[in-house]
């Protein structure tokens, strides 16, 4: 055990840790009712039970204040580090989740053949035994058939713990279709972080530790995770230190992040990776950069350096993104001169075509100035060290199933270094491409409202033969289901958990039921080990020995790190403190060193039969190909996701959508932000109902006049637009997928999700 | 007697509304429906709002969040004929459901949009605290486990927190706060004595540049916004 958290066990049990902001913990006993209680009529029970967040995938730990058995109070727990025991707005909102009205409380099974938008699936109850029954005599037949891959697992917001579950069913069914949002999010990040330094994840910040942040559309404050790290470390390093951090935010949108921000920077649009190379200019042709790491730890320098000197000063990129020279000039010295600082790229930079060369762009400012692996740089997440898996069993079937070329594509000649290529699937789907889906499961996913061009996704749902949806409430996609199962949400459930990377250093939460499960439910986990009982052979060995049930399973996976009843009561394990400065084994480059000039992307294109150029390698900018013609459409689409977009696929909460549009004091809508010099061009007025139209389709909303915007670019919030079940979501706003195009960064096949025109006028 | 008061940082604040939310959840304050937000009828009792100027590219919008300011001179109390909205000794502004005869004085005469008008059937949600039974009340009274229609609310500095801490001797500001300020992940609120020169909230104010919302009004607030 690291000294750190025996510290933290001592602060829980009540000793002398003199830090206030523990104490005014109502866990540690300031504002609740005494334990011991008066027994007879009228008893008071109340307890605080430790447990985690799934509002998004921070998976932030938390305590709930159960009283009388009802989940009433949401906060923080203390024992995380990865955000001091501090929660997002979300948190609270979780208790509308649990006791949300749409709610569905027993499986269902269609009786309406027909299917698809606003069409009536006919719902008739059934037990779990007939849906549970029927779901494995289907999976079993497909596979008896010898075409397992044709089972499609489509994966949205879930626990750790279900995620690790789904992808060994699917491994041991024998399916490479296992797709998750991902491909929706920050593939394109991920992918530039890998040519850089082989590391194909999201990557962490010591946020706590900077001086200056850089923001290249990363939403810090609303969207990015993860989120209450952000929010927590934001207050320490504005206002708890000496030395205040400065924050410069691009991004052709004001958003709670450029408002908070010392100085906002609109862009125009899609030129993030000119920007990038401009900034480095600036810094090596005066000199700025950090000369040892770069001559020490770093390779293909050279090739960058004459790159970025011949094709990308100041005064031409001024020309492309908008933003004089002088500000780039000033930005690229505060940059280099106040260490250590952060280039932090998001999805309004990189959810682009050629989004990886962009988001590797701007990671390698990171190198340039020396803030790899050091305190208030860019740092490299330790995973928690759960108990390993025994390898699952697998047969011919299993291991033929899975060596079959996978539907969205991934790692082939369309999409090379790609790990998931989440919209793919439905156009997949929709084309039989390489193959008929003939049966699907989503566990929380809602792609037909999520990804962009929702309706090929309708149609790619109407299509698959047999649809399985568990969610605990009827979603856009449920609606498609011919097999519904109703799962518990996270405060009912078993499930370890962790965030995604930010902190460094490991940390693991344990959810645990905080009240009994409310309606005839069950969690995902259970289920798949059900289904794996029903399958028998090899499926069912490969889930044998590995606790039988969601709470057996946690228990096998977590109690190596701390003894369980402990775990139980804390709710939280932390992992040793950070090393820095690992640069002997973090690079995992071809060179051993960080790639200015991408070994793995070379690697990987040549092994694909692709021809390498001077400039393949290399970070270089590209003009975006836009969806529509810019005579016919004018404006750009952009979205943004606000911090009360709940992201489990719903958005029936009423104290999410009572505050939903913090910036323009809105609720329980969302609408289209246009600049106000555009808007009079355009005659449109504040309030006016416009349409919004681009080559693909059309929706009808209310217009906001906005100074807060490019003059080319129109934005509207994600999260609102539902057409299924609940009446605080269900025709409230409007859903901007719904006219966005289908595009992709090629290399990750994130999808580009700014790139499509559209006009908008009255209606 | 202590002078309570709240300090917000806003250099430090993230504008993410757990304040908002927190104080709904503690306090059981009724959430609204599209069409009462529609006719501005949802009850809040703290609500971040958004200050704009300047125009595109150098335009300045500011979040805001706002309690009741407990003003020290608080209009609400001089106009309220039935003496249901009073100033406390310890300078918290309070409202007395069972006095209050809803005739909206109190909302007309607050500069700050502080309070919210019931329109709503009392109704219990599954998420909200239950009350204590009779003989716990000696526990500290919990004020709103139903809420009386047709009468006027505002927050309350959780005075069923500050109340419960003195009572048991615990120190206010650093071992209680109110819900918002606990629920703050930049732990930007600060609450305190501002008559107590050592509290934290009279150091910040010491050592920081301060405002106050609408200081024309003469209102005297407690509750101070420390800018940059
Ligand atoms: S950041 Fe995410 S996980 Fe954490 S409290 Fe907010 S919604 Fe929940
Ligand atoms: S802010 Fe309004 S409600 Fe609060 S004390 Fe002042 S006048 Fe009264
Ligand atoms: S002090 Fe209490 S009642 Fe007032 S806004 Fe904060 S949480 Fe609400
Ligand atoms: S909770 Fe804190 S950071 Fe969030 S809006 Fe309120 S004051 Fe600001």
Known sequence: MSRRTFIKITAVAGATVAASRLFSHPALGSVVYSPELPGGEGVITEKWVPTSCLNCDTRCATRVRVVNGRAVKVTGNPLSRVSEGENCARANVGLQVLYDPARITAPLKRTNPAKGRGIDPGWTEISWEQALSEVGDKLKTLREKGQPERLLLLSGLNTVSAEDIIRRFAGAYGTPNLVSADGLNNEADKAGEWMADGHYTQSAYDLERTNYILSFGASILESYKPLARSLRMWGKIRGERPNRAKVVVIDPRYSVTALRADQWVPINPGTDGALALAIAHAIISEGLYDVDFVNNRTSGFDEYKKLVLDYYDPDTVSGITGIPAETIRQIAREFAATGPAIAWRGRGATSWPNGSYTSYAIFCLNALVGSIDVPGGVIYQENPPYRPLPEPAEDDTAIKGRARPALDLRKTERFPAAEVVTNQVADSILKNNPYPVEMAIGFNSNFNMSAPGTGRWDAALEKIPYYVHAAPFISEMAEYADIFLPLTTFMEEWAYDHSPPGSGFAEVRIKQPVVEPLYNTRNNIDIIFNIAGRLGGTVEQSFAGIGDDAGGFVKYRTAVLAPWNKLLEQGVWVGPDYEYYKYDRIFKTPSGKFEFRSGNLEALLKEQGEEINSLTGLPYYREVQYLGDSSDYPLLLSTYQPLLNVENGSQNYPWAQEMFLVMHGAGWTNFVEINRRTAQKLKIKDGDTVWVESPFDRIKTKARVFEGIHPGVVSIAGGQGHRAYGEWAKGIGVNPNEIIGVDYDRLSGQAALFNTRIRVYKA | ?228
Not at chain 2, 147 to 166: L, M, P, Y
């Open chain 2, 1 to 228: 007697m202590a002078r309570w008061g709240m300090v917000i940082d806003l250099s430090k604040c993230t504008g993410c509304q757990s304040c908002s939310v927190a104080c709904k959840a503690e306090n059981n304050v009724p959430h609204g429906s599209p069409e009462e937000h529609e006719k501005r009828q949802t009850p809040f009792w703290h609500k971040v709002i958004a200050v704009s100027s300047g125009e595109y590219p150098t335009v300045r919008i500011d979040l805001i969040p706002m309690p009741c300011m407990h003003c020290d001179d608080a209009p609400c109390v001089t106009v309220c004929p039935a003496k249901a909205t009073y100033r406390r000794e310890d300078g918290i502004v309070i409202q007395d459901f069972r006095r209050c005869i809803g005739c909206k004085y109190c909302i007309v005469a607050c500069p700050y949009g502080a309070r919210s008008f019931n329109y709503k059937e009392p109704d219990e949600e599954e998420y909200q605290r239950p009350d204590p039974p009779s003989e716990r009340a000696d526990r500290g009274i919990w004020p709103f486990p139903h809420r009386i229609h047709g009468v006027v609310e505002k927050c309350t500095f959780c005075f069923h927190r500050i109340d419960e801490a003195v009572k048991e001797g615990k120190k206010v500001g650093e071992e209680v706060v109110p819900a918002c300020a606990e629920a703050c992940p930049a732990h930007a609120i600060y609450f305190g004595d501002l008559d107590d020169a050592g509290s934290q909230v009279s150091r910040l104010l010491a050592s920081r540049q301060w405002l106050r919302l609408r200081e024309e009004m003469g209102t005297s607030p407690k509750v101070f916004y420390l800018t940059r």
